[in-house]
């Protein structure tokens, strides 16, 4: 089975509105069943995302992004699993720095590699899910390798699918995640800045039509860091159109 859609997210932040953005991603991905028992399912797939900041023109990029994700089904119950993606990310208009400090020739490109494993447990019509996700993030940026780092996620979620024909689903989650940047100084110049974060997280998908999906989230995020500027709480809202066929 192939699956080919577009979508647009909308996200505005309360206290930092120049990392508002407007998201524009093309998609395709086919779910294939290895097994005669149809416990496992494998998903390799493709984006094409552009993230436009409009307050920040610097800031916006293209990526491209290539994964492979994988479902088992233990039981009727519990199922887990797995994704590898590959993401390459390219600036518009950002440059990336020298070894000096300033602008190189070359846009700033970011190669990131995700992995992510979860448990789920299925609660009648709820499921509650248990994620791992890390990422290492490498960019040509040379200076201090400012962009460089490694992320570390652990979330627990809980989801429903509700309305006639299951319509609506709604899922509430909350995350701790850890950023460690490999050399960008902290407020103390012999360490390495290091964020720790929190996250409270609301979505709501509601399906309009065969092909037509509409979605919002509302997120409330506490970030705490070495560094005096990544100290920081934000509300974020956020609004999205699906179209697949």
């Given at each position: 089975?192939?699956?080919?859609?577009?979508?647009?997210?909308?996200?505005?932040?309360?206290?930092?509105?120049?990392?508002?953005?407007?998201?524009?991603?093309?998609?395709?991905?086919?779910?294939?069943?290895?097994?005669?028992?149809?416990?496992?399912?494998?998903?390799?797939?493709?984006?094409?995302?552009?993230?436009?900041?409009?307050?920040?023109?610097s800031s916006s990029y293209r990526q491209t992004k290539g994964f492979l994700k994988a479902n088992y089904f233990l039981n009727k119950l519990w199922s887990t699993g797995g994704k590898y993606e590959y993401g390459h990310k390219i600036y518009n208009k950002k440059k990336a720095f020298n070894s000096a400090g300033g602008n190189a020739m070359d846009e700033r490109a970011d190669i990131r590699h995700t992995g992510e494993l979860w448990a789920k447990r299925q609660i009648g019509k709820y499921s509650v899910k248990l994620k791992e996700k890390a990422y290492r993030n490498d960019s040509n940026s040379i200076y201090q390798l400012y962009d460089d780092y490694n992320d570390f996620n652990t979330e627990l979620s809980i989801s429903g699918a509700f309305l006639k024909d299951y319509?609506?689903?709604?899922?509430?989650?909350?995350?701790?995640?850890?950023?460690?940047?490999?050399?960008?100084?902290?407020?103390?110049?012999?360490?390495a800045r290091k964020d720790r974060a929190i996250q409270g997280r609301f979505n709501a998908y509601y399906t309009l039509s065969k092909n037509w999906t509409c979605n919002y989230s509302f997120s409330i995020k506490k970030n705490n860091s070495n560094k005096g500027s990544g100290e920081f709480d934000d509300v974020t809202n956020s609004v999205g159109l699906t179209f697949s066929f």
């Open positions: 089975k192939a699956d080919i859609g577009y979508a647009l997210d909308s996200k505005f932040y309360a206290e930092q509105e120049t990392l508002n953005t407007d998201n524009h991603s093309l998609n395709v991905s086919f779910k294939y069943l290895p097994l005669e028992s149809g416990k496992l399912t494998l998903e390799p797939g493709a984006k094409q995302e552009w993230n436009i900041y409009p307050y920040d023109s319509k609506l689903y709604l899922l509430l989650s909350a995350d701790y995640e850890i950023k460690n940047y490999r050399k960008r100084p902290s407020d103390n110049s012999l360490v």
